[in-house]
């Protein structure tokens, strides 16, 4: 059997709850039944996350309690790419407002969709030659932790349900292995 993509069709909901947008679609499906599927933040949210190396290789994290999943996660900085922001921008204010750490630069590695309920993009950045520069100050309903960490520890951290953003890791998976492998060079 083909699969076939689902027909929009109006009228779409929108509803804010707190600083989330839920969207409600209304969809024919290939089988001719109408179905609404509920939808997070709204259409072409773009959000971009962040691995930032420091000079001697560790990964700089967000420690923080994820109410969904319920427990304390180590996770890349990350958020919300703001109206007039370029998702770099966005990857490089993140990273200072959770961290309190700047990158020397950053490379895109792409973007992908987190979730099949996540309205937009998640854009992954790899930043280099982090250094600590001002105390993280985060925003309201975030208590972070900031640790540093081994590549291969981040890798496992990814691996092992410890974070919700590994996508991001492994688009970089190549470069991070091979910077860990012959110590700072890109």
Not at 96 to 106: I, P, Q, S, V
Request: negative net charge.
């Amino acid at each position: 059997m083909q699969i076939k993509p689902w027909e929009r069709i109006e009228p779409t909901k929108v509803t804010k709850v707190g600083w989330r947008t839920l969207v409600s679609k209304t969809f024919r499906l290939p089988s001719g039944e109408v179905g609404e599927f509920t939808t997070v933040h709204k259409e072409g949210q773009e959000f971009a996350c962040v691995i930032a190396l420091t000079k001697d290789n560790q990964v700089v994290i967000a420690r923080q309690y994820r109410p969904g999943p319920e427990k304390i996660m180590d996770e890349l900085p990350a958020g919300f790419v703001d109206d007039g922001e370029t998702p770099e921008q966005a990857a490089h204010r993140e990273l200072l407002e959770e961290t309190g750490y700047k990158a020397d630069r950053m490379e895109y590695l792409g973007y992908s969709s987190k979730d099949a309920y996540l309205n937009g993009h998640w854009h992954g950045f790899v930043a280099y030659d982090c250094e600590r520069v001002a105390d993280n100050h985060g925003v309201e309903h975030e208590d972070i932790e900031v640790r540093l960490v081994s590549i291969s520890d981040l890798i496992d951290i990814a691996v092992h349900d410890g974070m919700t953003d590994p996508a991001a890791v492994l688009m970089a998976y190549e470069k991070l292995k091979q910077r860990e492998k012959n110590g700072k060079s890109n």
